[in-house]
């Protein structure tokens, strides 16, 4: 009888591990069929190459055509596009009214494991605070914000240093110059919005101080960064951020 028990144990263990398997990767092919509908609305790329410089001959209307299809086919809470070449960050971003709407929702509104690429709710939505922060789930088959983790790694970072953001009437290089590891409570990264100049240099010590891997780009008070935050599993409450430079090269 004890025998039968524990053959009955394991095999509804098992059961539960199969369904748990099927119901993530349920999940992970929920978030590509998304992903792939929401590329129709993906801007043209400026560069072709991971670390290319941006080509000056450019339509740059029909990449703001793009995101302003996106805001109004799709969604009025997009913001724009964010692209890393050689990773698989390719998507849509959004803002809403507070920092838990998108979190499990699709660009489209709907309900959503791996939720959406989101800008803090502080920022204003064309690059003009000092720090703007976007956030993503850190998906485990390297989807949204998961391809984040590779930015830990040093020759990886040297090797793709380079991003795009696009908004509907203008565009973005970023530039990567730090990976840091810290608290989801971290008040010098989560807590630096628009600050005084003073406070700026304060927080690009800290970034150099504190980074995983740092890369010497001379960012300055004057610089527009961007924060791509999500989650990491190093500690308990644990975050990855990575930090660009953003530069601006379209009117």
């Known amino acids: 009888m004890l025998r039968k028990i524990m053959v ?3 095999l509804v263990a098992m059961g539960f591990s199969v369904y748990q398997i099927c119901r993530i ?16 609305y993906k801007p043209p790329l400026l560069t072709a190459a991971p670390d290319a410089a941006p080509s000056p001959l450019v339509d740059y209307s029909k990449i703001f055509q793009a995101v302003i299809d996106a805001q109004t086919n799709l969604n009025a809470d997009i913001v724009g596009w964010l692209t890393i070449p050689g990773t698989d960050v390719d998507y849509p971003f959004l803002q809403s009214s507070d920092n838990a709407f998108y979190l499990d929702r699709d660009p489209y509104k709907n309900k959503a494991v791996a939720g959406s690429i989101f800008m803090d709710f502080r920022n204003k939505k064309k690059i003009q605070d000092f720090n703007t922060i976007l956030y993503g789930h850190h998906m485990k088959n390297g989807s949204m914000f998961g391809a984040l983790l590779n930015f830990t790694n040093e020759v990886f970072f040297q090797s793709f240093s380079r991003g795009e953001l696009v908004l509907n009437d203008c565009v973005y290089e970023l530039e990567f110059f730090a990976s840091l590891l810290i608290s989801g409570g971290n008040e010098e990264i989560y807590g630096t919005i628009n600050p005084p100049t003073t406070q700026r240099d304060a927080f690009l010590r800290y970034v150099k101080d504190t980074a995983k891997v740092y890369r010497e780009l001379n960012v300055n008070a004057s610089d527009k960064i961007i924060s791509l935050s999500t989650c990491a599993y190093d ?3 644990a975050r990855l951020v990575v930090l660009a430079r953003a530069q601006k090269i379209s009117v």
């Not at 349920?26 to 129709?40: I, V």
Request: proline share 0%; hydrophobic share 30%.
């Open 8 to 10: 009955f144990g394991i």
């Open 25 to 40: 990767d349920g999940q992970y092919a929920d978030e590509e069929k998304t992903h792939d509908s929401l590329l129709a």
């Open 235 to 237: 500690f308990k409450n």
